[in-house]
């Protein structure tokens, strides 16, 4: 999926509606830049998250 943006006349930008894209419309070199395998999150990564994104964090994750 992309975003196309376009410039604005007062020097803004705004953000077009999402494309959908085929695998055949992207380059194959972008799928080696994707991490391989698997990962995990630690517990001290978890409370760090909660800490930033949680309910009462910095910056709480919000649906809109």
């Given at each position: 999926?992309?975003?196309r943006i376009q410039r604005?006349?007062?020097g803004g930008v705004e953000f077009l509606p999402p494309e959908w894209l085929?695998?055949?419309q992207i380059d194959e070199g972008y799928?080696?830049?994707l991490p391989a395998g698997?990962?995990?999150v630690t517990a001290e990564e978890v409370?760090?998250?909660k800490q930033v994104f949680g309910e009462d964090g910095e910056m709480?994750?919000?649906r809109q």
């Open positions: 999926m992309i975003r604005t006349g007062g085929g695998a055949d799928f080696h830049l698997a990962s995990a409370a760090m998250l709480p994750a919000v």
